[in-house]
């Protein structure tokens, strides 16, 4: 049997295809506005929870950035430490290898014995080294000097830990305990060995019997500074990978959600003649009814 086919139907017909239409051009036209393919999840689930897992790569790959340029920070300023300290030491070996000169006078022996003060106290200042208002060299405990009266008092040998990557960890610290607590064979550690060669000398004795004592610090020192370039090496290859992983989340994230310009304006525009037709069509199907005619 045939189905009668009414007025109202066939307008109930074209509105719901006519908002069927407005609905496809206001598709893409959010598309074309945000430069996304779609504006929320229900959109395209898939697309949303690949979104969702790239922009979590790429937060996560941020936090790791900024603990590696902190690392770098405690490390290139350790390092540079390191060598300052190096540097007054080896000014230190030249002034006990020149004491042992038969000619100089106490006086002189006495000068050495003033500027090996200075070196001891500034020996001080690199231990009490810090980055932003914390100290380096003193292990965990990094609000109290390591360095106080003379003396390095700190014996904290705690590392510090930052995740430089997923699973990686790193110490980014130097113990100080390993430099300024070091004991040589004489039984002193580097502030013990200043202070013994500062009272020879100003007791008019030559110091070049310290030579060995000197280098073992030396020595030690330059151990410890190895091992720290080689953390800072490791530092800066884990630099390049973040990099490089940021840029390629970043282009596959664009991939996954970015609209095609191009695209959507040439389905933009097909979709507006379809709706003009369906417009079109439209007009006709609302005519004037059969009681029109019979007025």
Known sequence: MAIRVTQTMLNNNMLRNLSNSMGSMDKYQQQLSSGKKINRPSDDPVVATRAMFYRSSL?????????????????????????????????LRELAVHSGDGALEKDSLQAMAKEIA??????????????????????????????????FTNTNTDEIVLEVNKGIRLSVNVLGTEI???????????????????????????????????????????????????????????????????????????????????????????????????????????QPSLVDFLR
């Open 118 to 151: 200075q070196i001891r106290d500034h020996m001080g200042n690199i231990a009490n080294q810090t980055v932003g208002g914390r100290y380096i060299f003193a292990g965990t405990d990094t609000t109290n000097p390591p360095f106080s009266d003379g003396k």
């Open 180 to 286: 300024f607590s070091f004991k040589g064979k004489d039984g002193n550690d580097i502030f013990g060995l200043l202070d013994s060669i500062v009272k020879d000398l100003e007791e008019g004795k030559p110091v070049n019997d310290r030579l060995a004592s000197i280098d073992e610090q030396i020595d030690n020192q330059l151990a410890v500074r190895a091992t720290l370039g080689a953390r800072m090496n490791r530092i800066e290859l884990i630099k390049g990978r973040l990099e490089s992983e940021e840029v390629n989340v970043t282009m596959l994230m664009s991939e996954n959600e970015d609209a095609d310009i191009a695209e959507v304006i040439t389905q933009l525009k097909a979709q507006e003649n379809v709706h003009r037709a369906a417009l079109g069509a439209g007009s006709r199907i609302i």
């Open 59 to 91: 937060i996560q790959n941020e936090q790791f950035q900024r603990n590696v340029g902190e690392a770098q920070s405690w490390l290139e300023v350790s390092d540079n430490s390191l060598n300052e300290a190096g540097q007054i030491m080896q000014r």
